[in-house]
């Protein structure tokens, strides 16, 4: 079954250190997407990419850097820069975005970080 | 400001009720998406709809362009419908609601 596969489901760092979430689709969607959310807010967009080796920043991209080195993988890294990095993470993905036609949307099944 | 507004943010229901969920937006959209998302936190997309009404087993999905409204209804309702419902509205990117969270009462 296609789908996006998260990993890990649950992380923990100190805070100081860099780590990397994973975010794989087999769909063969060109978009995709990091969402950050936390409690009583909406999704909150960090970066997308709509193609390989290409990717714009969110609302909130501060201490947060991505690459798209392949059109199934997505992975976010949250750096010591980000102040408050403690949150739930979701990957997600669609065919498309911005073609003024619906875009069905995927999301994976999340990452809950937690800095100490 | 927020381009996609939802209420109410909790609802209590018992077994058999017949739920609704509303949804108000601002932006001129492609698509509007209602998203479940269940305690362990992934969510599942529901229905994508443009225009009119979709129907998928007990729930329903309504949208009026003209008023920039959806309805999400929900009949017959069961425990297990119990979960966080998202509003998202869609034009060059995703705009969403902070959610409606759901309890059925068996």
């Known amino acids: 079954d296609g789908g996006i596969t998260q990993s890990p489901k649950y992380l923990f760092r100190k805070e100081g250190q860099n780590v990397t979430l994973s975010c794989e689709q087999n769909l063969n969607h060109d978009a995709m997407y990091w969402y950050r959310q936390d409690p009583g807010q909406g999704l909150r967009l960090i970066y997308y990419?709509?193609?390989?080796?290409?990717?714009q920043k969110g609302d909130i991209a501060e201490g947060y850097s991505v690459s798209r080195e392949k059109k199934e993988s997505f992975p976010l890294t949250v750096t010591s820069a980000q102040k408050n990095p403690t949150a739930f993470y979701l990957c997600?993905?669609?065919?498309?975005?911005?073609?003024?036609?619906?875009?069905?949307?995927?999301f994976g099944n999340g990452t809950r970080l937690t800095v100490t | 400001k927020n381009e996609v507004e939802q209420s109410p943010q909790n609802l209590t229901a018992q077994e058999g009720e017949f739920i609704t969920i509303n949804c108000s937006y601002s932006v001129g959209i492609s698509a509007l998406h209602w998203l479940q998302q269940h305690p362990g936190g992934g969510i599942v997309s529901l229905f994508m709809?443009?225009?009119g009404k979709k129907k998928h087993g007990r729930l329903i999905a309504t949208i009026n362009i003209q008023e920039k409204h959806s309805s999400l209804h929900i009949t017959a309702s069961h425990p297990r419908d119990s979960a966080v419902y998202i509003c998202?509205?869609?034009?060059?990117?995703?705009?969403f609601g902070t959610g409606t969270s759901l309890t059925v009462i068996p």
């Open positions: 998202a509205v869609e034009d060059n990117q995703f705009y």
């Open positions: 997600a993905s669609s065919p498309y975005l911005g073609t003024g036609v619906g875009s069905p949307l995927h």
């Open positions: 990419s709509q193609i390989v080796n290409d990717f």
């Open positions: 709809l443009s225009s």
